[in-house]
């Protein structure tokens, strides 16, 4: 094994003590069948992907069923509660999807806005405060905001979720202070979720110390869905060792890439 396989086996992170090597997971939603969604999670090398509970079909054994394509012995399936408007919605689905799967792991999604997809904070909280009293490992699909980001670590929830921009925008991160204010603000893994549009928006929000990203939309609208995941897995992995190395500074001037000392001044 090379120090770089090394590096990448031994940078694993954590999720309510269970540890992935994969830093990128995906969804489940707008792919054109479940055996394209399969092929996609392959290429990505992800080991974790999401699925809306109320959207595609993880609780009915007698139709199509993502359960048939995707071993969840080799996957973590993590069932959302997307659709959901109110925490009550949201906590009915989350109940459902673990009766139907024995699933307790939940990313709770309770929207506020219709046309934005914007999360309700409020609603949120209280269903992840619920969730969590009820034994869910709770991810929350949240704002970038790092005060309510300790709120969810405050009441047990599991990781918190910013978005980097609206859901399916593909406009990539906008606020990239804010998820900087959400590292230094909480210990659980920060997983920023929403408005990736392509690899090439992975890296920068992986440089900033987020632990994983997520995206959907960006996989299953791409012209060749395989070859985005694969782009996807690499640009995760390349934005992590950038973290990991670190940045040189920025400066305002020039400075020479070759050694200047010793060598005659010319004017």
């Known amino acids: 094994m090379t120090d770089y396989e090394k590096l990448l086996n031994e940078d694993v992170f954590e999720i309510a ?20 969604n399969k092929e996609v999670l392959e290429a990505s ?27 969840p012995k080799k996957y973590l399936i993590l069932p959302n509660t997307a659709g959901c408007y109110t925490a009550e919605e949201a906590i009915k689905t989350a109940m459902l999807a673990r009766e139907a799967t024995g699933i307790n792991w939940i990313k709770l999604e309770v929207i506020g806005d219709q046309k934005t997809l914007l999360p309700d ?19 929350p699909y ?23 921009a609206p859901i399916g ?10 998820i900087i204010f959400i590292r230094e603000a909480v210990s659980v893994p920060v997983i920023v979720d929403a ?16 632990d994983a990203i997520l995206t959907n939309t960006a996989l299953a609208e791409a012209k060749d869905p395989i070859k985005m995941a694969v782009a996807m897995k690499y640009a995760t992995i390349a934005g992590r ?20 000392k010793g060598i005659p001044y010319k004017s």
């Open 195 to 210: 408005g990736i549009g392509s690899a090439s928006d992975i890296p920068p929000v992986m440089e900033l110390g987020a």
């Open 142 to 164: 949240v704002f970038d905001d790092p005060v309510y980001a300790k709120k969810f670590e405050d009441i047990g929830c599991a990781a918190v979720m910013p978005l980097a």
């Open 45 to 71: 090398g992800a080991e974790i992907i999401t699925v809306a509970v109320r959207r595609v079909n993880i609780t009915d054994p007698t139709k199509e069923n993502l359960l048939d394509y995707i071993d």
């Open 17 to 36: 003590g269970r540890r992935f090597r994969s830093r990128l997971i995906i969804g489940s939603g707008k792919f054109k069948s479940f055996q394209e």
């Open 169 to 178: 925008s593909g406009l990539g991160l906008q606020n990239p202070y804010n």
């Open 121 to 139: 904070m409020e609603q949120t909280l209280k269903a992840a405060e619920i969730l969590v009293k009820e034994g869910f490992v709770v991810l």
């Open 241 to 260: 060792l950038a973290y990991l190395a670190g940045r040189m500074e920025k400066r305002t001037y020039a400075v020479p890439s070759s050694p200047t």
